[in-house]
């Protein structure tokens, strides 16, 4: 694939998949857990909201460095054929003020029925600044940088 190709496959994945899985490390140990996420279109982010009194929100603050996988498999034969994954690396930032405001509406157009979890005053924002994307079919892999 070429990264056009490449580009609008990742777009295509995050428009359409709602779950992640977020890999996380504290004290050299890592850790995984679920998350509701979305992708801004230029691909150089990646949004997710998590409650500040979670063991996640710890180790982020902890040790920004994150990676999290989203993968649009349908659980049938086909996957062998069409399956991807996509593993984006890159560091976690909590969104504050305007930043915030403008990544929340790009998330609750995703994600209509977490407004009131977006909007509670323990809940954190996350940004992931993506460095690269890691996209593997059953058999091939590719990387792309976000410009």
């Known amino acids: 694939m070429d990264e056009s190709q490449l580009r609008d496959k990742l777009t295509g994945i995050f428009v359409t998949q709602k779950l992640a899985v977020l890999a996380t490390d ?3 140990q ?6 509701a ?7 150089k982010h990646l949004i997710f909201c998590t409650s500040r009194s979670t063991r996640k929100y710890e180790e982020l603050t902890g040790n920004p460095r994150v990676s999290i996988l989203i993968d649009n498999r349908s659980n049938t034969e086909s996957d062998f054929d069409n399956a991807l994954a996509v593993t984006a690396t890159g560091r976690a930032t909590e ?13 609750l157009e995703k ?6 979890f ?11 600044d ?18």
Do not use: M
């Not at 996420?37 to 691909?43: E, H």
């Not at 305007?98 to 509406?105: K, V, W, Y």
């Not at 993506?130 to 410009?147: A, C, H, M, N, R």
């Open 111 to 116: 994600h209509a029925n977490l407004v009131d």
């Open 95 to 107: 969104a504050r003020g305007a930043e915030r405001d403008q990544l929340a509406g790009i998330y």
């Open 30 to 35: 890592p850790y995984n857990c679920l998350v």
């Open 26 to 28: 504290k004290d050299a």
């Open 118 to 128: 977006v909007n509670s005053r323990d809940s954190a924002l996350i940004r992931v």
């Open 37 to 43: 996420i979305a992708g801004t279109a230029d691909l």
């Open 130 to 147: 993506v460095t690269e994307y890691v996209i593997s079919g059953f058999t091939d892999v590719w990387k792309l940088q976000p410009e």
